[in-house]
């Protein structure tokens, strides 16, 4: 079945770095757009960096210049280098998988469990 684990959450000073990785599987891994979102308490989840099949990328303004999203098809992983934190970016986040298929026009959409990053002195 498919499966989305994300991992490297924790607390960290602001100013302070971490990484969060997101292991795949029971899906084809390289033919899907991958996502960071994360959802704050009291607020909607936002989503925070994309990568596609291709490597192409984009960020929320609010992380440019500050967090980096990268995959590794071969080990099924999607990563989220995040540094420079600052308190505002304490949420839940989470891992995102998504493609539409051409064929049908059905779009598979997965989710990981989510993992608490907390930035905080």
């Known amino acids: 079945q498919v499966q989305l684990v994300e991992s490297g959450g924790g607390l960290v000073q602001p100013g302070g770095s971490l990484t969060l990785s997101c292991a795949a599987s029971?899906?084809?891994?390289?033919?899907?757009?991958m996502s960071w979102y994360r959802q704050a308490p009291g607020k909607e989840r936002e989503l925070v960096a994309a990568?596609?099949?291709?490597?192409?990328?984009n960020y929320a303004d609010s992380v440019k210049g500050r967090f980096t999203i990268s995959r590794d098809n071969a080990k099924n992983t999607v990563y989220l280098q995040m540094n420079s934190l600052k308190p505002e970016d304490t949420a839940v986040y989470y891992c995102n998988a998504r493609r539409r298929s051409n064929a049908s026009g059905y779009t598979y959409d997965y989710w990981g469990q989510g993992t608490q990053v907390t930035v905080s002195s």
């Open positions: 990568i596609g099949s291709a490597g192409s990328t």
């Open positions: 029971g899906f084809t891994f390289s033919s899907y757009a």
